[in-house]
């Protein structure tokens, strides 16, 4: 088992390349202990964003930390999915902590991409570091007029050439935005960012500035290239461990939990099972970062198209339930204003995106499951006195807990609370 200063234990990890290959020491350590420690309830939690390890457990642990609380006479069991992904150093994370160096860094003056930043750039996009020198180079100089923004979109096209990953046919307009006139995406960015809160150079006063929007044209790049790797890792990475689990330790029943980008990949992982597996007792996604319309049959704007993941979640032995919130302003306002800006020369911001937009571009997280007939529908309040639904599609708005953080993401990270944790015991049915 790893890490001996987890909150819970058992704790195991299971490590996935960018291809979805796991390390194969943690996963047969995975198969062989689980039964060993009399676990009957396994947890399997996948993070979104994030730039380290360290970043990864940390949430683990503080997730974890109430549940053998809340469940005193249960059989837990406890999974930390590891995968590369990123996110920009400038987002923030409700009650994580920031040392005091820190803070005094973020006061100083710094270049637009911060050394941890560029590190976590380098290494989502391998064999791009002349592109990303550049881009961080026009960042800090923001030429004037509309040249200096068109190449920067160009070569914001080219971070994402060649990238793969299962795709979303429920998702039209992706990556559309990279090939739409950057000068107009820029624009539209910084509206945006300007709705939510300061300008990210500090500006106050005036117009916003497109070079804010360009910043942003990055961060959606980073944010698409962990999308896309999510479902690979999820697919055929975790599904397939989750079949040999379950031909090893049969009895003991999972119930996984994703978090943004993390929601996407364990969702993947039901189009990875082996079909015979009904090991898969519940999923709980917080804040996900896909389509709402990922599971459904028809998608109302296009009825001879399906989602994703169309009718996925029959596959579980249980219930979806999709947490979602209105603060989540990395969903409410970016993720439907990225996947809809081509061609759109509308301009909008903050809360009214998503409403000028249309539910076409919504996200999971934002307002939870569409167009899946028989999806319950319940307040934090309501799903907690419960019985949650035995099986189906499950939308919670949890806006009670999930509604702290600042621009650009606003409370997308704010998940660490006993009232989620209580909510994953009550998918999976665990007393």
Not at 255 to 279: K, Q, Y
């Amino acid at each position: 088992m790893a890490d001996p200063g987890m909150s819970v234990t058992p704790y195991w990890e299971l490590t996935f390349d960018a291809d979805g290959d796991v390390a194969g020491p943690e996963r047969d350590r995975l198969s062989t202990q689980v039964a060993e420690h009399g676990v009957r309830d396994l947890i399997v939690f996948s993070h979104g964003w994030n730039n380290d390890r360290s970043g990864a457990t940390a949430l683990y642990r503080r997730f974890f930390a109430p549940m053998p609380t809340l469940a005193p006479r249960a059989r837990l069991g406890y999974v930390g999915v590891i995968w590369p992904s990123m996110r920009f150093n400038d987002e923030p994370i409700p009650d994580f902590p920031k040392s005091v160096a820190a803070v005094e860094a973020e006061a100083a003056p710094h270049p637009a991409l911060d050394k941890d930043t560029r590190r976590a750039l380098l290494e989502t996009f391998p064999g791009r570091a002349p592109v990303l020198d550049q881009l961080a180079r026009m960042l800090d100089e923001r030429p004037d007029g509309t040249a200096g923004l068109t190449e920067f979109g160009r070569l914001v096209r080219l971070l994402l050439d060649g990238g793969h990953g299962p795709a979303d046919t429920d998702e039209p307009g992706e990556p559309a935005v990279f090939d739409a006139d950057p000068v107009t995406v820029c624009e539209q960015f910084a509206d945006a960012l300007a709705a939510l809160g300061p300008a990210a150079d500090g500006a106050r006063f005036g117009l916003p500035n497109p070079w804010d929007g360009a910043r942003e044209l990055l961060r959606q790049a980073t944010y698409y290239q962990m999308k896309r790797r999510a479902g690979t890792v999820g697919e055929r990475g975790l599904g397939p461990v989750l079949g040999r689990l379950a031909g090893v330790a049969p009895g003991v029943r999972v119930h996984l939990v994703g978090h943004s980008f993390g929601g996407r990949l364990v969702a993947f992982a039901l189009r990875g099972l082996p079909g015979s597996v009904r090991t898969v007792k519940s999923v709980t996604l917080l804040q996900g970062a896909f389509s709402h319309y990922a599971f459904a049959a028809r998608l109302p704007h296009a009825p001879g198209r399906s989602g994703a993941l169309r009718d996925r979640h029959q596959r579980i032995d249980g219930p979806l339930v999709c947490c979602h919130s209105p603060f989540d302003a990395a969903l409410g306002t970016f993720y439907p204003l990225a996947s809809r800006l081509a061609g759109d020369d509308r301009t909008c911001a903050g809360s009214e995106i998503a409403a000028v937009l249309g539910p076409q571009w919504g996200a999971m997280g934002h307002d939870g499951v569409q167009a899946v007939p028989g999806t319950a529908r319940l307040d934090l309040a309501a799903a907690l006195r419960g019985p949650l639904p035995p099986s189906g599609c499950v939308n919670v708005d949890v806006a009670a807990v999930v509604r702290r953080g600042g621009a650009p993401s606003g409370a997308h990270s704010d998940i660490v609370h006993p009232e989620l944790a209580r909510m994953v015991l009550a998918a999976g049915r665990i007393a």
